[in-house]
């Protein structure tokens, strides 16, 4: 009678088993079938699209002058205020002259002697030596004194406004600049270019200017430099702009953008919704088809027409065309993700 009862007990204790493990298999397969992501996607194509880089960038003055004579004392005298505006030649800066008027008086008796010396040459009464010697030390005071009245008497070397006054008269110049000089009249401002675009980029390009401060009024500059090396961290290349600024509305230190057309590119262009941004920052990505699993590729902003968007991938290579965008149902993927494609 036990040993009927231990029978029945061990049937039923592997019906319950099996029954359970066949529920268990059930779920795993569902499970697994769940675990494919129905998406849509759209083979990428080339296309040639007339480029035009947007850029931002800074304005700086086109010429930048600190005003640091090369000797030091007393500043007698500062002509200017912050604000000024001087022309080419204007007196900034008058330095203590005691240094300049001891080498006048030295260069004018220097003078005297050398041209006694020149008259008795001319008889044959001195030797050439002597006559080489007393010339030289003439010229070196000359020269003496016209470097001691450029560094006393402080000019500007180009038309522009004071930007910045760092002394008061009668206090010790010591090296520090006394003044800055800047020009506004006309500006230039560095953009750092993606590499891809340097065979197309040439000097003398024109480049249209905007600001925020004057929303529909377009600024004229041109390409003038284009540098010839490309950085290697950031794979951009520079160039400079020179911008004519007569009207004087914008100023250096502006925040500003540059549209430069660069005519027609052979780019991949895709639907905007298929970008995705990484939460917490500003990196995009998108995710194509490999194969029946999801690749993640990061991927860069380019121009945008209406509804698409231009996309440049982070590596080289990492897209080409017929690749196969995920266009719906990427934002549930994540990278390795099972994917059926769905019409």
Same mark, same amino acid.
């Given at each position: 009678?036990n ?9 039923l ?12 298999g059930?779920k795993?397969a ?18 040639r ?5 947007e850029l931002?960038?800074?304005?700086e003055? /086109?010429?930048?002058m600190n005003?640091?004579?090369s ?22 800066? =008058?330095m ?6 001891t ?6 008796s220097?003078?005297?002697? +050398?041209? =006694?010396?020149?008259?008795?040459? $001319?008889s044959?009464?001195?030797? $050439?030596?002597?006559?080489? $010697? ?8 000359a020269e003496?004194?016209k %470097?001691l009245e450029?560094n006393? +008497?402080?000019?500007?070397? %180009? ?6 006054k ?6 010790m ?15 230039k ?7 891809? /675009? %340097? ?10 200017i905007e600001?925020?401060i ?10 003038? #430099?284009?540098y ?14 020179n911008?004519p600024?007569?009207?004087?509305k #914008? ?17 991949i262009?895709?639907?905007y ?10 990196d995009?990505?998108? +995710? ?6 999801? =690749?993640?590729v990061a991927?860069?902003?380019? $121009? ?16 080409? &065309? ?7 149902g990427? &934002? ?5 993700a099972?994917?059926? #494609?769905?019409e």
């Amino acid at each position: 009678m036990n040993k009927a009862i231990r029978l029945t007990a061990i049937v039923l204790a592997t019906i319950g088993i099996v029954a359970c493990g066949g529920k268990g298999g059930d779920k795993a397969a569902t499970t697994t079938a769940k675990e494919a992501e129905k998406v849509k996607v759209q083979t990428l194509e080339s296309e040639r699209i007339a480029k035009t880089l947007e850029l931002s960038s800074t304005l700086e003055g /086109y010429e930048t002058m600190n005003i640091a004579p090369s000797l030091t004392g007393h500043i007698e005298h500062i002509y200017v205020e912050v604000g000024s505006r001087v022309q080419k030649g204007s007196m900034l800066v =008058r330095m203590d002259q005691t240094q300049l008027n001891t080498t006048r008086i030295n260069l004018a008796s220097t003078k005297t002697e +050398f041209e =006694r010396v020149s008259a008795l040459k $001319q008889s044959g009464s001195i030797s $050439q030596q002597v006559y080489d $010697q007393t010339k030289a030390g003439y010229d070196q005071l000359a020269e003496n004194e016209k %470097f001691l009245e450029q560094n006393t +008497f402080v000019k500007a070397q %180009f038309a522009g406004v004071i930007s910045a006054k760092y002394y008061e008269d009668g206090e010790m110049y010591a090296g520090q600049p006394i003044l800055t000089l800047t020009q506004i009249s006309r500006l230039k401002a560095i953009i750092n270019i993606p590499e891809t /675009y %340097f065979p197309m980029v040439k000097q003398g390009m024109k480049v249209e200017i905007e600001s925020d401060i004057y929303p529909g009024e377009v600024f004229p500059a041109t390409i003038e #430099i284009v540098y010839p090396t490309i950085d290697a961290a950031s794979h951009t290349f520079q160039a400079k702009l020179n911008i004519p600024n007569a009207s004087e509305k #914008i100023r250096p230190g502006m925040y500003v953008r540059t549209r430069l057309a660069v005519g027609e590119v052979d780019a991949i262009v895709v639907p905007y919704q298929s970008v995705l941004k990484l939460t917490g920052s500003n990196d995009r990505y998108v +995710f194509v088809n490999d194969n029946g699993t999801a =690749r993640r590729v990061a991927v860069t902003l380019g $121009q945008r027409y209406d509804d698409r968007i231009e996309i440049i991938p982070v590596e080289s290579g990492a897209l080409k &065309a017929g690749d196969e965008l995920v266009v719906t149902g990427q &934002a549930r993927l994540v990278d390795g993700a099972t994917l059926e #494609i769905v019409e």
